[in-house]
């Protein structure tokens, strides 16, 4: 019985190369949310995905970011010609279908990537 | 726009003493708190939730209280063990539509020996 699962792990780029982190979440769970810890800080939402549909992005950076939730696979959370500000740890995390579970709207996190821009 | 705050960002409390963790939010609409753990290197993990229809909840050592009119909410753990030592998150959502959840800063606990 997988949790969220994550990968890779760590994941290090020179300035100006694609990041791609990828996102599978808990059995049974369609609903993913990519959030963002910069060092020292807390989480900041970023994006908030269903299969092939994007429910709330208000929280991605307007360029360069992007995230999908095919209807077959990963969600994945892209980052182009990334900077060194982009260096943090990115967590997924999976839900049931809203309402779902009554006694808990909580998520479940999958244990991050590390992002490391050199 | 920091909805959800938790002002204190490290506490250090000796083992078997109570720990208190606070938390304030903004937003009247959040009507579901929940308090999330962080271990270094790893993912937070679902500690305890509280609906705003109650007041307070407990699960063994932990418990959370919720003051609507003051938009504040606690948590409690007694007694406090060194494997609580951890990043607490407190976290808030409005539960009428489809929504995020919205997250504190943080609070790095140190249980001492």
């Known amino acids: 019985n997988a949790g969220v699962m994550q990968n890779p792990r760590h994941l290090v780029r020179r300035r100006g190369q694609e990041a791609r982190l990828r996102c599978s979440p808990m059995?049974?769970?369609?609903?993913v949310y990519w959030y963002r810890q910069l060092p020292e800080e807390g989480l900041k939402f970023m994006v908030y995905?269903?299969?092939?549909?994007?429910?709330?992005e208000s929280g991605m950076p307007k360029e360069r970011f992007s995230a999908e939730f095919p209807k077959e696979g990963p969600s994945i959370l892209r980052i182009q010609q990334v900077v060194r500000g982009d260096s943090a740890a990115y967590f997924c995390?999976?839900?049931?279908?809203?309402?779902?579970?009554?006694?808990?709207?909580?998520?479940?996190f999958g244990s991050g990537t590390r992002l490391t821009v050199v | 726009d920091q909805q959800v705050k938790q002002n204190s960002p490290s506490l250090s409390v000796q083992e078997g003493r109570i720990s208190i963790l606070n938390c304030d939010y903004t937003?009247?609409?959040?009507?579901?708190f929940l308090w999330y753990k962080k271990y270094p290197a790893e993912g937070p993990t679902f500690l305890i939730s509280i609906s705003s229809i109650k007041d307070k909840n407990e699960d063994g050592r932990f418990t959370v209280f919720l003051n609507k009119s003051a938009k504040h909410l606690s948590l409690h753990i007694v007694p406090s063990q060194p494997g609580d030592s951890a990043v607490y998150f407190c976290?808030?959502?409005?539960?009428?539509?489809?929504?995020?959840?919205?997250f504190g800063t943080g609070t790095r606990l140190q249980v001492t020996l």
């Open positions: 995905l269903q299969k092939e549909n994007i429910i709330d």
């Open positions: 059995k049974g769970h369609s609903h």
């Open positions: 937003n009247s609409m959040f009507d579901y």
């Open positions: 995390a999976s839900s049931p279908p809203w309402g779902q579970d009554p006694l808990s709207y909580g998520y479940t």
């Open positions: 976290a808030a959502l409005y539960t009428g539509t489809a929504s995020k959840l919205t």
